[in-house]
């Protein structure tokens, strides 16, 4: 059975609830640093929740170094597929090698903007993996394909060609973010039903398990992402199966973004 009680079923797969702070193209070295101290004033540690801020590029390697690392984890927004070459304006997976525990990949702000393509997206989360970095794979329909009832095929497609290159002990340790395009505030910020979310990340972890098998798509973490602030986040934590969440906007706030962990951290302690 792919799914365990709902109260129990984070605490007794060892999943840690992971929260990651989407900062986007937002915040200079400066601002993302007085944002970093706010969040440290504000965070507790919890054993069960993993925080991950993702700032931009530049601010990184400052960050890097005043971040707690046992409280907070950092996160790239981006990289290039190819280990290093000739790639002007490029970022890669091996030069963010120990500097980042994690990198958002195929977020659809990319897919749409800057048109990365399936092929891509599976090539970049590979060198992710091969660098020794875990990848948050961001997948979801467009409002268009909910409308056309394409859902299903999108999501299929974007996870099946994704982790076509990674072996079952690689996808169990990826991260899956499941962010329908009409529910992320950039496109319009449709607050999605928890019962829609709820359906759409059993879909995904039943590819994984039908690809990957059973234990793989009960170790890896799925996670909801679109409009996700201090007044939705409960909801969704207490969907079956969801592992986390990756807000946006709400995460350059520090208010916001620390009632958010406050909330994992409540929900997680409930559970156990
Ligand atoms: P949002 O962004 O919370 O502002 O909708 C989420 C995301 O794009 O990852």
Redesign the pocket.
């Given at each position: 059975m792919l799914f365990c009680d709902k109260i129990s079923f984070r605490v007794m797969s060892g999943k840690k609830t992971i929260i990651?702070g989407?900062w986007?193209m937002f915040n200079n070295i400066h601002q993302s640093s007085t944002l970093l101290a706010r969040l440290h004033q504000n965070i507790d540690s919890h054993r069960d929740v993993e925080v991950v801020i993702a700032p931009g590029f530049l601010a990184l390697q400052p960050l890097s170094l005043e971040i707690d690392g046992r409280r907070i984890k950092l996160a790239a927004q981006n990289a290039y597929f190819k280990d290093e070459g000739a790639f002007t304006g490029e970022v890669s997976f091996s030069q963010l090698r120990n500097l980042v525990d994690y990198v958002?990949i195929g977020?659809?702000?990319r897919r749409i903007y800057f048109e990365e393509s399936l092929d891509l997206i599976r090539d970049k989360v590979a060198a992710c993996v091969r660098n020794g970095i875990t990848p948050i794979l961001?997948v979801g329909e467009t409002a268009e394909e909910r409308k056309y009832k394409e859902t299903k095929t999108v999501l299929h497609d974007q996870v099946t060609t994704a982790l076509a290159n990674l072996t079952a002990e690689e996808v169990a340790e990826i991260v899956i973010?499941y962010?329908p395009v009409w529910?992320?505030?950039?496109f319009g910020?449709e607050i999605a039903k928890p019962s829609v979310v709820k359906e759409e990340l059993q879909f995904i972890r039943k590819q994984v398990g039908d690809l990957y098998g059973g234990s793989t798509a009960k170790k890896i973490r799925i996670i909801y992402?679109?409009?996700?602030?201090d007044n939705t986040i409960g909801g969704y934590l207490d969907i079956e199966g969801c592992d986390g969440a990756?807000?946006?906007?709400?995460?350059l706030n520090y208010h916001k973004f620390s009632k958010i962990v406050q909330l994992a951290n409540k929900k997680t302690i409930k559970r156990k």
């Open positions: 990651i989407n986007k958002i977020h659809s702000e961001c973010a962010e529910a992320i505030t950039t910020g992402g679109g409009s996700v602030d990756i807000p946006g906007s709400a995460s």
